[in-house]
């Protein structure tokens, strides 16, 4: 008897501890676009040449939603330097004058890349210039900043050059139609407001908006209107709002589809007063040497730190897409700016892989961020409905305690529940929940993340 007793009142007990959070599938935010990676500067030739076991290991781990992190949106860079790099190697003598186009169908090994990207299923392709080329700057240089010929308060000797960068952009668009493959995003600068030996352009936000229209028109005329413009790559957040601000200000957002910003110098963390989506295009640990731990210390390249800072670009930020800087490096052990590493024979996931794969797997592209009301100690909550009709819960916990959490529902009735778990001992691994009454119940681990995918 005092067994039984004793029983009820655990479960009393859970049944008291658990939290509330209600999901409301017909008010809806945000839509979401996906979350991918970079191979440029040559690390897509490098997994190219990959053995076909690590090579094949790699791709799964990136792009695969049954054992890797089915990632949505891949990031090429448009080369600007020589022979090689760019596909207009040689000035044409000025702006006018007709250009020389070297195609040499592999593009740093960028198309086979996205030859296999695709072959998973990514639809998502930006294609992004980290610089014009070098004749067309103002420091003549392809690197160590300068800036664009022409755009607001910056001339030279040689003319003013944005009509032929904005040729030179949908050239590179053109080429990769000729190999099948829809560039569905464009952008024309990365870190404008930082400086580099390699290729690097730097641009206010009103210069930027003194060479979009440039750039949309040639779209346009060139039957490629369907191509998103995107703005700019800033370093980190602030500095996307103050350069957002200036394009809005210009009237030359409507032109743009996208805001893109990376999170070095911050974090994606508020929302950018914009119409248009958002999203940070290049994050990642640049200091640390390679690591697959999920949780140690809350370290910069540990799996739960990147899930968290996923979770508050999109709850807190708006973002409809987040990316990690490279996707598989090869005998790069001193460094964490990817997240599959090969060692030549094999390929061995990061934990900041499997963080991507918490929301990647399950909130696929065209999905629309749901509102939720309640909060939970330690704990971010996501809820998303899917294009085929199902919800996905994000449930990031980072706590040094277990939550009991009970989702309910407002405009939807799950008829089936899978809980996943991501910690230190699991890794997208299915997790006890219960369905009962139209509403889950689940505990969610101290330094975890849980996704719940729900039919109805």
């Known amino acids: 008897m005092w067994a039984t007793i004793f029983t009820l009142a655990s479960s009393l007990a859970l049944a008291f501890a658990q939290t509330q959070i209600t999901i409301n599938a017909g008010s809806t935010l945000q839509q979401m676009d996906g979350f991918g990676v970079s191979q440029a500067f040559g690390r897509a030739t490098e997994f190219k040449n990959l ?25 090429n860079r448009i080369g600007s330097g020589g022979s090689g790099d760019s596909i207009e190697p040689n000035s044409p003598g000025s702006p006018s004058a007709t250009p020389n186009y070297v195609w040499d169908r592999n593009d740093a090994g960028q198309l086979w890349f996205t030859q296999q990207a695709i072959s998973y299923g990514v639809k998502t392709i930006y294609a992004d210039a980290w610089s014009a080329p070098g004749f067309m700057k103002t420091n003549g240089n392809q690197g160590n900043g300068g800036y664009l010929c022409g755009v607001t308060g910056q001339t030279c000797s040689s003319g003013d050059w944005r009509q032929a960068y904005a040729n030179f952009l949908v050239q590179y668009v053109k080429f990769y139609r000729q190999e099948n493959i829809n560039i569905t995003h464009l952008g024309f600068l990365n870190e404008p407001d930082f400086t580099t030996s390699y290729s690097s352009m730097l641009s206010s936000g009103a210069q930027a908006a003194s060479f979009i229209p440039t750039l949309y028109n040639t779209l346009q005329s060139n039957n490629l209107g369907s191509v ?18 200036a394009i809005i200000a210009a009237g030359a957002e409507k032109y743009l589809k996208v ?84 060692n030549g024979s094999t390929a061995t996931p990061s934990g900041r892989l ?55 529902f407002s405009g939807f009735t799950p008829s089936a529940s899978t809980a996943y778990l991501t910690d230190n001992t699991h890794t997208v691994a299915t997790t006890p929940s219960t369905l009962s009454g139209g509403a889950v119940t689940i505990s969610i681990p101290a330094h975890s993340v849980v996704t719940v995918r729900l039919t109805s």
């Not at 053995?51 to 990031?75: E, M, N, V, W």
């Not at 805001?259 to 914009?274: A, E, F, L, R």
């Open 354 to 408: 499997w963080a991507f794969a918490m929301w990647s797997r399950f909130v696929r592209p065209g999905a629309f961020r749901l509102s939720t009301s309640g909060t939970v100690s330690g704990v971010s909550i996501g809820a998303f409905k899917n294009t085929d009709g199902s919800l996905a819960a994000v449930l990031t916990n980072t706590g040094s305690s277990a939550q009991n959490i009970r989702l309910a």
């Open 51 to 75: 053995a076909a076991t690590p090579q094949k290991q790699g791709l799964d781990y990136l792009f695969s939603t049954t054992t890797g992190a089915g990632l949505t949106i891949i990031r």
């Open 228 to 245: 998103g413009i995107t703005c700019c790559d800033s370093t980190g957040w602030p500095n996307q709002k103050t350069a957002t601000a």
């Open 259 to 342: 805001i893109t910003s990376h999170m070095y110098s911050g974090d994606p963390n508020s929302i950018i007063p914009t119409s248009l989506k958002t999203w940070e295009t290049e994050g990642a640990d640049l200091n640390s040497a390679w690591t697959t731990t999920w949780y140690s210390n809350g370290g910069p390249a540990e799996g739960l730190t990147w899930a968290s800072k996923i979770a508050t670009g999109i709850l807190s930020a708006n973002l409809s897409a987040y990316l990690y800087w490279e996707g598989v490096e090869v005998n790069q052990q001193q460094a964490s700016s990817y997240l599959v590493l090969s």
